[in-house]
């Protein structure tokens, strides 16, 4: 199994500006990279408080970072970041928040996650898999134009309908249960590829963020994120496609600007101002970490800095 990279390491701890005595939240704790980066930074009195929903991840952080009291996992989604910092008592007080929207690669690379189309496992994708529906289940009732709307706005495949139509037709013979089975179909169903790109990658994205109803998640962490930030505090959003980047970018100019309703009136009530700073331009991986880990290829992080209210 391939071990994972944490994605934009030393740029996101710079744009966090992690510091000794500080206080983070890394709302996507995957397998720790950025948390352990993180621990490194703070020093004796720093904390950070790590979250991911993926139980899995939760198990293997406790191990790993069993005897750290600096550090606090919580098996949550990061939808529920305000709960969580409200339960640890540092509502307005972290001087960063990260979040890394990419699947790790433990996820992708254990065939019984399902998240994969070129190892064979059940057809789960499922990041909490305690609860929800999962991937097959999903497609065994799904109609044709609701397969075909999902994997068109989220996979943004332009060979969605096709897609769907061999998808429905085939499970007319036998249910979907398998990722390579699913894969299979979806690769005859596309008359072209996409250099260097599996012909199922789009369509297991659009499954997977249906699944895990990833964009409200994101929306859900974003807005959450301005309640727990001290003033000054960054916000780290990593993002590994249009549709999670645009969600960020947008996010992050609504809150740069006051609320356009009070535009030329001398006062801007406070809940209408401004309540980010955007920091620098979107950063990209190098060409060298690209070569070193091929899964960053796509990764963008985009940076704000929290006002004073």
């Known amino acids: 199994m391939q071990e994972h990279m944490p994605v934009l390491l030393a740029e996101a701890l710079e744009a966090l500006d992690v510091r000794p005595g500080g206080r983070y939240l890394d709302a996507t704790f995957g397998r720790g990279g950025h948390t352990g980066a993180m621990l490194e ?13 993926d139980p899995a991840a939760i198990a293997a952080g406790r191990e790993r970072f069993a005897s750290d009291e600096r550090l606090i996992l919580v098996n949550e989604a990061f939808s529920r970041l305000a709960q969580v ?3 640890v008592g540092l509502i307005e ?39 929800g529906v999962t991937a097959a289940q999903w497609l065994a009732r799904a109609g044709e134009r609701e397969i075909a709307r999902v994997i068109r706005e989220y996979g943004e495949e332009r060979f969605a309908k096709r897609i769907a139509r061999a998808i429905v037709e085939r499970r007319r ?52 994120s301005l309640t727990v930030l001290a003033p000054g505090g960054r916000l780290c959003v990593i993002s590994f496609h249009s549709l999670e980047d645009g969600l960020v970018k947008r ?36 060409v060298q970490e690209v070569q070193r880990n091929p899964r960053a290829r796509s990764a963008v992080m985009r940076v704000a800095e929290r006002l004073a209210a």
Do not use: C, W
Not at 41 to 53: I, K, L, N, Q, S
Not at 271 to 283: D, N, Q, S, T, Y
């Open 41 to 53: 930074r703070v020093g004796p009195a720093g904390r950070v408080v790590a979250m991911d929903r």
């Open 173 to 224: 013979t036998a249910p979907f249960e398998r990722t390579l089975d699913l894969a299979a179909v979806v690769a005859a169903a596309v008359p072209t590829r996409e250099p260097g790109k599996h012909p199922a990658t789009r369509t297991f994205q659009a499954i997977r963020i249906l699944v895990n109803d990833e964009l409200a998640e994101i929306e859900a962490a974003l807005a959450a």
């Open 85 to 87: 910092a409200a339960q």
């Open 93 to 131: 007080r972290f001087d960063g928040v990260l979040l890394d929207l990419g699947v790790s690669s433990p996820q992708l690379e254990d065939p019984a996650r399902g998240f994969s189309f070129v190892h064979d496992g059940p057809l789960d994708m499922r990041m909490d898999n305690r609860a």
């Open 251 to 286: 996010f992050i100019q609504r809150h740069s600007q006051d609320d356009p309703v009070y535009a030329g009136l001398p006062e801007v009530p406070a809940e209408a101002r401004a309540k980010l700073r955007r920091i620098g331009r979107a950063v990209h991986p190098t």
